[in-house]
C-alpha cells in the first residue's frame, strides 16, 4: 500500500491539535479547581467541611478529566461502536495487572462515603500512628507520630500509606467524636504519706492546668487508688487534646512533684534499702 505524505501529515496534525486541546483543558480545569477549591476552604468551619471539600474536589477532576480523554479519544478515532469491545479488553487487562492500586481505589471510594476517618484526624493504621493531611486516589498521607522516638508528638516525617492497606488493617480513630483522648499521670506514695492530702495534691495538680478545657471535654478529671509492694500508685485520669497529650502530662507531672516536695505528710515511694535495728528483749 503506497503511504500518501499529506495523509500522514494530516494525521499527525490532527493528532496534535487533540493531544494540546486536551492538555489546554486539563490546565484550564486545575487552575479552575484549585481556585474554587482555595474559595470553599476559606468558608469551612470544620474538620469535616475541609475534608468534604478536598475530596469532592479530587472527585470533580478525575470526573471531568476522564470525560474530556473520553471524548478526545473517541473524537479523533471515530470510532464509537468498537469502543466498548476496547474498553472491556482494557479493564481485563488492568484488573489482572493492577489488582491492588483498584483495590486501593475501591478503598479510597470506601473512605469516601463511610468515612472511617477525615482530614486532620489522629489515626493509628496497623504500625503506623500519625495525622491525615491528605486524602487521594492512591495513598492516605499522614504526619507520622512518635516514630523513632516513641510518644505522641510529630516526628516531622510524612508517610504516604497505600489505600490498599484499609481492607486488611485495623483503623483506630483517636478523633472520631471529640479531639479528646484518655490520659493519665501515675504517682506512687509510700504507706506512711497522708493519702488524702495526696489525692487533694494530685487533683489539684490536674486540674490547675486542665481548667481551660474541662468544659468541653467528655469527663472531669478522676482518681484511681491501687495497692502496690512499697506503696500505693494514684492514678489521676483526664481527657487531653490528642494533639496535646505530651505537653498536659509533662506540666502535670512537674505540678505534682512540686506540691509533694513542699508537703511535710506526703512522700514519693522509689526502691531504696532501709536498715532498721531492733533491739533484743531481755
Do not use: C
Not at 462515603?113 to 495513598?139: A, C, Q, W, Y
Request: hydrophobic share 50%.
Amino acid at each position: 500500500m503506497e503511504l500518501n505524505l499529506q495523509d500522514i501529515i494530516d494525521k499527525l496534525l490532527h493528532i496534535s491539535a487533540t493531544v494540546i486541546v486536551v492538555i489546554l483543558l486539563l490546565v484550564l480545569l486545575s487552575i479552575f479547581i484549585k481556585q474554587l477549591k482555595k474559595k470553599l476552604l476559606l468558608k469551612a468551619n470544620t474538620k469535616k467541611q475541609r475534608t468534604n471539600i478536598n475530596i469532592f474536589s479530587q472527585i470533580f477532576r478525575y470526573f471531568i478529566s476522564l470525560l474530556i480523554v473520553f471524548f478526545a479519544v473517541l473524537t479523533y478515532s471515530g470510532a464509537w461502536s468498537g469502543f466498548g469491545v476496547f474498553l472491556g479488553l482494557l479493564s481485563a487487562a488492568i484488573g489482572f495487572a493492577l489488582q491492588k492500586p483498584i483495590t486501593g481505589i475501591a478503598a479510597w471510594v470506601m473512605v469516601v462515603t463511610k468515612r472511617p476517618f477525615d482530614i486532620g484526624d489522629r489515626i493509628i493504621l496497623g504500625d503506623v500512628k500519625g495525622d491525615v493531611i491528605d486524602i487521594n486516589l492512591t495513598h492516605v498521607h499522614v504526619m507520622e507520630i512518635g516514630g523513632l522516638i516513641g510518644g505522641e508528638e510529630n516526628s516531622g516525617r510524612m508517610l504516604m500509606i497505600p489505600n490498599w492497606m484499609l481492607f486488611e488493617k485495623n483503623i483506630i480513630n483517636y478523633t472520631s467524636n471529640n479531639d479528646f483522648v484518655l490520659d493519665s499521670v501515675i504517682v506512687n506514695v509510700t504507706y506512711e504519706s497522708n493519702l488524702d492530702h495526696a489525692i487533694e495534691i494530685v487533683d489539684l495538680a490536674a486540674r490547675k492546668f486542665l481548667a481551660g478545657i474541662i468544659s468541653t471535654s467528655p469527663e472531669s478529671p478522676h482518681i484511681k487508688l491501687e495497692f502496690q509492694a512499697s506503696g500505693i500508685d494514684l492514678h489521676i485520669k483526664y481527657f487531653s487534646p490528642a494533639r496535646q497529650l505530651n505537653k498536659y502530662s509533662t506540666k502535670i507531672t512537674k505540678e505534682i512533684f512540686d506540691r509533694i516536695k513542699a508537703a511535710d505528710d506526703v512522700e514519693i515511694a522509689y526502691p531504696h534499702t532501709e536498715v532498721v535495728f531492733h533491739k533484743k528483749k531481755g
